[in-house]
């Protein structure tokens, strides 16, 4: 089964001036190296900033540009017939939410790391977000987060089961440990943008589970359709981009991210005594390392501003270089430690 295809509007136009653009696509791609070198020209001549991710499998990514920029790069992927149906999910943003453009190239688009999980063969039946209350209020369906805790820790839907991972590839583990398919006969999965539910819900199929469902245009698509009176959804939404969180409407949330360690911050969070802005938070406060390093960045940050400029490119290459380094002479000692212990 694949993925009906979202229907690009006929301009990405926002209130703001930014359009930011998800999208993903299960397809077969054995020439993405080929592919590559066009697709960040094009987006480099367009001024478009983001990430975006090709593999053998598909494609997968944010970006953000101008209305007319984003509406040409639609275009552009969309001639291609193997990306028609690609999901996509348009946003806004007051000002540019990245720094640069990544057209990387990955085994996976999205890493589970379990060959058998084949989303362009198998996969879930997709629940549309007008039908998604109705299904999950029902006490014999199991309502599944599939995002990591950092994510969760925002916010999520009543009563979904958090699988507490650190990365996509811990879920299988999970599912190993707490879910069988002969008790938990319908699951109901959700995530941001319905990507990993894609291979999480093609995962449980070939594990035995037959009644899997998983949120179309996952998150954000609910909070984009689902009035807030009528939402079961508590809290923000992370995102992988500066605006760190969306609430209802996709409007940018009050989360944070914090410098040192990259953990998105509540109000809370933010109120705990181990906070200091841009330089440590309570997810990090024992690492010094991480607190060094945040430090001389917000320093630089601090500079620039003195002087007029933005904090990029030299200097920030300057303070991965330092990075680096500190890591290498820690490395060094720690083999030198380890050689007279020998």
């Not at 791609?29 to 001024?47: E, K, V």
């Not at 809290?235 to 500066?242: K, R, S, T, Y």
Request: proline share 5%.
């Amino acid at each position: 089964m694949t993925a009906p295809s979202h229907p690009m509007p006929a301009n990405a136009a926002m209130t703001a001036p930014i359009t930011v653009m998800a999208l993903y696509k299960f397809a077969d791609l054995p020439d993405a190296a080929a592919l590559q070198p066009a697709l960040a020209q094009f987006c480099c001549a367009r001024a478009i900033k983001g990430t975006l991710i090709l593999a053998p499998e598909g494609i997968n990514g944010t970006v953000a540009g101008t209305a007319a920029a984003i509406d040409a790069l639609v275009a552009h992927l969309l001639a291609d017939a193997r990306l028609a149906g690609a999901e996509i999910k348009y946003s806004s943003a007051t000002t540019m939410p990245f720094l640069r453009l990544k057209v990387r190239l990955k085994s996976e688009i999205v890493t589970l790391r379990a060959p058998e999980a084949n989303p362009a063969k198998a996969v879930g039946t997709y629940v549309a977000p007008a039908d998604w209350n109705a299904l999950i209020a029902h006490d014999d369906v199991v309502v599944l987060d599939t995002r990591n805790d950092y994510e969760v820790g925002l916010g999520s839907f009543v009563g979904a089961l958090d699988p507490a991972t650190k990365s996509f590839s811990e879920f299988k583990d999970f599912v190993a440990r707490h879910l069988d398919p002969a008790r938990d006969r319908k699951v109901a999965m959700f995530c941001t943008g319905g990507i990993r539910c894609e291979k999480a819900s093609s995962y449980l199929l070939s594990q035995g589970f037959d009644q899997v469902f998983h949120l179309k245009g996952g998150i954000l698509g609910y909070l984009e359709q689902v009035p807030p009176a009528d939402s079961r959804w508590q809290g923000e939404c992370f995102v992988f981009d500066e605006r760190v969180s969306v609430t209802h409407g996709l409007v940018q949330g009050e989360a944070t991210l914090c410098r040192a360690c990259r953990h998105p911050l509540t109000a809370a969070d933010r109120a705990d005594p181990a906070h200091r802005d841009n330089i440590s938070c309570p997810y990090c406060a024992g690492d010094a390392d991480k607190h060094s390093s945040a430090a001389e960045r917000q320093h630089q940050i601090d500079l620039a501003q003195q002087r007029g400029t933005r904090h990029l490119g030299d200097t920030a290459q300057a303070i991965a270089r330092a990075n680096k380094a500190r890591k290498l002479s820690r490395t060094a000692a720690d083999r030198a430690r380890a050689g007279k212990t020998a």
